[in-house]
């Protein structure tokens, strides 16, 4: 902690929590410490993301997993039968073991120059750190985790889970918190950011353990996930979620830190003042009333360059930084029918734009400061305009920088434009080409066309600029027809489209979809009983309606697949997906057609002598999983079945300017329910 502080007993803690992408720094935390520093207030920035995934690759933590999974294996395999749910750990623990390996060389791998540019070093290090948590899967059974995954088997966060997971001290790094916590001193203030989902669990953890140990300190959660969770989430849950910290910031945090470190410096403040704090929930704690203060967004003029200060760069997956710096906020179209922003009309959804003098000063301060060349501009979109004027004040400049970003397709990208912009550094663009049928367009409200996808793709190619299309299937309404459409031109352009992705469409809480179901053939809107923060709607359509039969699915996933055979793609955040630092290096290194042909496969590793004993299973592996698969298969089946009384009829979710979008009911797929179905089985199934 620093020594400079508001607080007399403390100072001020911002925390990244795991788990999320460990190869670069994530630009919320660093943003707010800049805006705050420059006027006098100050606050340390705790990556605990990467941190944690030193933890986890420690020896100490892997001696440790061996001998537990050991044990475990030992103690199933002398049994003459297992229940169902020791099948399920059973087959993960013998499928764990052969996986050990020295885990910490393959971060050496990750943050070494030579060995990083080496493809099949590359690929042999990226799939024994994916082996480290298929280990953590048999571990921490039924948990599973990865760098944008922290879930259970099949039900989704709800407070019941939430609670089991930290009440019996599931959590992988447990005991990292609390040594962490032992050796701090007491904050006066924590603000934790919940940007993604799958740092749910460990957010909450957190916030139970920093309450136990510091039981005077302010806590906050904010964050982009966590405004997604009380947005849609019923008046209950925002009580619930209040049980675990003071207050929630909504939005944008700048102004609300602001004023309210400023008010805690001067002692605990009143109700009455916390009102006055915009952005900001709280409960009365007389009263238990929920107030919400006044909505409020950042002049960007106001902003400040990110300050990484407080974080050790070198930590991080990668042989060189990059940093991330957010030029724009919110998106100047607005109109796509399945994002969340269109619908939401929430002011920090408005466009805005930092003046590009000011960034292309703070993008050199961060260049001075931090020594980095390669930088990515995370935000929705930079408007065209903007982009020209920004990369001719770079060039105007002398900063010599490469960087990627996203860009939404308009015709105003010509070609002499594309070379401007190459000029400037940008050497990678992802396009949210979403489908190349126009008859899906229009329903998207995407106002781009099929000729102008491909138009302006090639203008940036032919400029020596990656490009990757982002599209998927499944959007109400589109057919077969439709879908092929899409994967045909995808094919026809596969020599200037340098990486891709084939998502499936998914309903985003607060889009035009689901607000106006009835406009894109929406029978009705609903979730499973677990999903209490509303994060993932479910839909039906008309039995009548635009459906893909199975043959006609086979045919597109084939389709896909011989597609992909011809690219080097990945998930996130491995070298391959889109948007990735590892992937940026790559490009800079070999050129924008490096993921345009499939790597040669990592030789299989070889097992050190004495490294590991050979699995002898007394129990068929192929047969468990099959009971697992038959038994999941039955289970969902029953588990995500619509039951209209459910919900109480029609309740609002997911609101429009008006508040509208309607859900039928719920199905009954939550952590207890499970729990029942899983010992009802038990009950009376061994082997």
């Given amino acids: 902690m620093s020594k400079k502080s508001l607080f007399p007993t403390g100072g001020s803690l911002l925390i990244y929590p795991p788990f999320a992408d460990p190869t670069w720094p994530y630009v919320s935390l660093?943003?707010?410490?800049?805006?705050?520093?420059?006027?006098?207030?100050?606050?340390t920035v705790r990556d605990l993301n990467v941190e944690a995934f030193s933890v986890l690759t420690a020896k100490s933590t892997i001696d440790e997993w061996q001998q537990q999974l050991s044990a475990r294996f030992q103690a199933l395999n002398s049994q003459d039968s297992l229940i169902l749910s020791e099948?399920?750990?059973?087959r993960r623990v013998a499928e764990a073991l052969p996986l050990f390996q020295d885990f910490a060389a393959?971060?050496?791998v990750m943050r070494d120059e030579r060995s990083f540019y080496d493809r099949a070093a590359y690929s042999a290090g990226r799939d024994g750190i994916e082996d480290i948590f298929r280990i953590m899967e048999a571990v921490y059974f039924p948990f599973r985790f990865n760098c944008n995954r922290a879930d259970h088997l099949v039900s989704p966060w709800d407070f019941n889970l939430l609670d089991s997971y930290i009440t019996n001290r599931i959590s992988p790094l447990d005991r990292f918190y609390r040594s962490q916590l032992a050796e701090l001193e007491p904050p006066g203030f924590v603000g934790i950011s919940l940007t993604f989902v799958s740092q749910i669990p460990e957010t909450f953890y957190l916030c139970r353990l920093l309450r136990k140990a510091f039981p005077n300190c302010f806590l906050m959660l904010g964050g982009a996930c966590a405004d997604l969770m009380v947005r849609h989430g019923s008046p209950e849950v925002v009580e619930q979620i209040l049980g675990y910290v003071d207050a929630i910031g909504m939005q944008e945090g700048?102004?609300?830190?602001?004023?309210?470190?400023?008010?805690?410096?001067?002692?605990l403040p009143d109700q009455r003042q916390l009102l006055t704090i915009p952005n900001l929930i709280t409960r009365d704690k007389i009263s238990g009333i929920i107030h919400r203060g006044a909505s409020s967004v950042l002049d960007l003029a106001e902003s400040a360059a990110p300050d990484y200060s407080d974080l050790d760069l070198k930590l991080y997956l990668a042989p060189s930084p990059m940093l991330l710096y957010s030029p724009t906020r919110g998106c100047y179209w607005n109109k796509c029918s399945f994002c969340g922003y269109g619908f939401n009309q929430s002011?920090?959804?408005?466009?805005r734009e930092i003046p590009v003098q000011q960034a292309v000063a703070d993008l050199r301060a961060l260049q001075e400061r931090f020594g980095v060349a390669n930088f990515y501009f995370s935000c929705d979109v930079l408007s065209p305009d903007y982009a020209f004027r920004l990369a001719q004040e770079i060039l105007d400049s002398g900063l010599e920088i490469y960087w990627s970003t996203d860009l939404r397709i308009?015709?105003?990208?010509?070609?002499?434009?594309?070379?401007?912009?190459?000029?400037?550094?940008l050497r990678a663009v992802a396009f949210g080409v979403e489908s190349c049928s126009q008859a899906v367009l229009r329903l998207m409200h995407k106002g781009i066309t099929p000729e102008r996808v491909r138009s302006v793709n090639r203008s940036f190619h032919q400029a020596g600029i990656s490009t990757a299309w982002m599209t998927f299937l499944g959007h109400p309404g589109e057919g077969f027809k439709e879908a092929k459409t899409t994967l045909d031109l995808l094919s026809a352009e596969r020599k200037v489209v340098d990486q891709f992705i084939v998502g499936t469409f998914g309903l985003t809480p607060g889009s035009r979809i689901a607000c106006?179901?009835?406009?894109?053939?929406?029978?009705?809107?609903?979730?499973?009983?677990?999903?209490?923060f509303r994060l993932f709607p479910l839909y039906t359509v008309p039995t009548a309606g635009t459906t893909i039969n199975d043959r006609q699915s086979a045919q597109l996933d084939a389709q896909i697949d011989d597609l992909s055979s011809r690219y080097q793609l990945d998930h996130y955040p491995w070298a391959g997906a889109i948007s990735t630092h590892h992937s940026f290096l790559y490009l800079l290194r070999y050129g924008q057609r490096v993921f345009a042909k499939a790597w040669p496969l990592p030789a299989k590793r070889k097992m050190k002598a004495g490294s590991g004993k050979k699995i002898r299973s007394r129990f068929p592996l192929t047969e468990l999983r099959r009971r697992e698969e038959q038994f999941m298969g039955q289970y969902l089946e029953e588990a995500l079945q619509l039951d209209q009384d459910a919900g109480q009829g029609r309740s609002r979710v997911a609101g429009a300017k008006d508040g509208t979008g309607v859900t039928t009911g719920l199905t009954p797929l939550c952590f207890d329910h499970f729990q029942e179905a899983l010992a009802r089985k038990c009950g009376g199934n061994k082997r």
């Avoid at 660093?30 to 606050?43: H, M, N, S």
């Avoid at 002011?347 to 466009?351: E, G, I, L, P, S």
């Avoid at 105003?412 to 550094?425: I, K, N, V």
């Fill in 30 to 43: 660093p943003t707010l410490k800049a805006y705050l520093g420059r006027r006098g207030i100050l606050v």
């Fill in 106 to 108: 393959l971060m050496t």
């Fill in 254 to 267: 700048e102004k609300t830190l602001e004023q309210l470190l400023s008010l805690l410096a001067e002692g």
């Fill in 347 to 351: 002011a920090a959804h408005a466009y």
């Fill in 410 to 425: 308009e015709a105003a990208y010509t070609s002499e434009r594309c070379r401007l912009l190459y000029r400037a550094g």
């Fill in 87 to 90: 099948q399920m750990e059973y």
């Fill in 516 to 532: 106006q179901p009835e406009e894109f053939g929406i029978d009705s809107i609903y979730f499973t009983a677990g999903d209490v």
